[in-house]
């Protein structure tokens, strides 16, 4: 079974306008963790936003935010006032416990979003 | 500037060949780790080093080999690649594992 789930393969947005990017998870650990990273065409991934199993609230980060729905397993991610630099994959990791007794990423399969003038 | 820097960043290289990808960080981390990025697939982890000891071996074929002389180097030797394993492979580092990952731009492989 997919442990995060990104359902929309790409997305295309005006700018200035807000877009939400969807991210569902799959875990049965109490205590997990859920990153958003960005990787434009340079191939580099980009950290934007982390938010803990047992944060009280939603994580913000500038124009980022995480909307952190946890009964329904989601984490989505918001970007407000998008600009054209936003145009880029986006990935949704969940930080779990693997085979060996260590604590990895694993990854979606991410979401292209492009960003219209 | 990444803080993490990748080479080569585009690699060509024959089935028979045998060649290496380099990795270092200058943020004083001490995990590292090498991911797979194929086309439409997630992220795959490979393999994870702390404190220059491999702590993760994710079933990974052995005709990949990680080396990590210390806390601020990782290499990937390659050998009789298949073409299937023509991917992005990224390298990234942590703190601590696990850690938010910091990533370099990757060393695009196109194996024929």
């Known amino acids: 079974a997919q442990k995060i789930t990104q359902t929309q393969p790409g997305m295309f947005v005006q700018e200035k306008e807000a877009v939400t990017l969807d991210c569902t998870y799959d875990?049965?650990?109490?205590?997990?963790?859920l990153f958003w990273y960005k990787q434009p065409s340079s191939g580099e991934m980009i950290f934007l936003i982390y938010q803990g199993s047992y944060d009280q609230q939603n994580a913000t980060e500038g124009r980022y935010s995480l909307n952190f729905q946890k009964a329904r397993k989601s984490a989505n991610l918001v970007i407000s006032a998008s600009q054209l630099g936003d145009s880029a994959m986006y990935f949704c990791?969940?930080?779990?416990?693997?085979?060996?007794?260590?604590?990895?990423?694993?990854f979606g399969t991410g979401t292209r979003l492009t960003i219209i003038p | 500037e990444t803080g993490v820097t990748q080479t080569p960043r585009h690699l060509v290289m024959g089935m028979t060949n045998k060649k290496s990808l380099k990795c270092e960080q200058h943020?004083?981390?001490?995990?590292m780790y090498w991911y797979k990025q194929s086309a439409k697939k997630p992220l795959e982890l490979m393999f994870v080093y702390n404190f220059k000891e491999q702590t993760e071996n994710n079933s990974v074929p052995s005709r990949f080999s990680p080396e990590c002389p210390n806390s601020s180097h990782l290499f990937l030797h390659l050998h009789t690649l298949q073409p299937e394993d023509s991917a992005l492979y990224l390298c990234?580092?942590?703190?601590?594992?696990?850690?938010?990952?910091?990533f370099g731009e990757g060393s695009r492989l196109t194996v024929l």
């Open positions: 990791a969940m930080r779990e416990t693997s085979n060996f007794g260590n604590e990895k990423l694993t």
């Open positions: 943020l004083g981390h001490n995990a």
């Open positions: 875990t049965s650990d109490p205590s997990y963790g």
């Open positions: 990234a580092s942590s703190q601590v594992s696990p850690g938010e990952l910091f």
